[in-house]
């Protein structure tokens, strides 16, 4: 398929020195997708935290954002009451596996203190 675009001349300099446009496109809309997938925005700062490579003593002083605290809270508060809709239970489901992910690393980082 033909796509023509206007762009940024700075942009486009900088397109045009990449050898493979079409996996430069790629990865740039999955970086978008995953940023905006539901319940996905609220744990990137996690996620690119872990990416960076802490030190063991930075894994374990994390902690959710004042943002994303509120929000389990308001999910929390609202399955006790009414329940969540199917949207509401898939962003829960991504709170739970990246608290699983952070458990882990903090597991990791406690047992790389203590050696």
């Given at each position: 398929?033909?796509?023509?675009?206007?762009?940024?001349?700075?942009?486009?300099k900088?397109?045009?020195?990449?050898?493979?446009?079409?996996?430069?496109?790629?990865?740039?809309?999955?970086?978008?997708?995953?940023?905006?997938?539901?319940?996905?925005?609220?744990?990137?700062?996690?996620?690119?935290?872990?990416?960076s490579?802490?030190?063991?003593?930075?894994?374990?002083?994390?902690?959710?954002?004042?943002?994303?605290?509120?929000?389990?809270?308001?999910?929390?508060?609202?399955?006790?009451?009414?329940?969540?809709?199917?949207?509401?239970?898939?962003?829960?489901?991504?709170?739970?596996?990246?608290?699983?992910?952070?458990?882990?690393?903090?597991?990791?980082?406690?047992?790389k203190?203590?050696?």
């Amino acid at each position: 398929m033909e796509i023509t675009l206007t762009i940024p001349e700075d942009l486009a300099k900088e397109l045009y020195r990449q050898e493979d446009f079409t996996r430069v496109l790629e990865l740039g809309l999955r970086e978008l997708n995953a940023k905006t997938a539901l319940g996905f925005s609220s744990t990137t700062e996690v996620i690119e935290t872990l990416a960076s490579l802490p030190t063991p003593q930075q894994i374990l002083e994390l902690r959710p954002s004042p943002h994303l605290q509120k929000r389990i809270e308001a999910l929390l508060e609202k399955n006790r009451t009414i329940g969540l809709t199917v949207q509401e239970q898939q962003e829960w489901t991504s709170y739970e596996f990246t608290e699983h992910i952070v458990r882990l690393a903090k597991a990791h980082a406690l047992a790389k203190q203590k050696a």
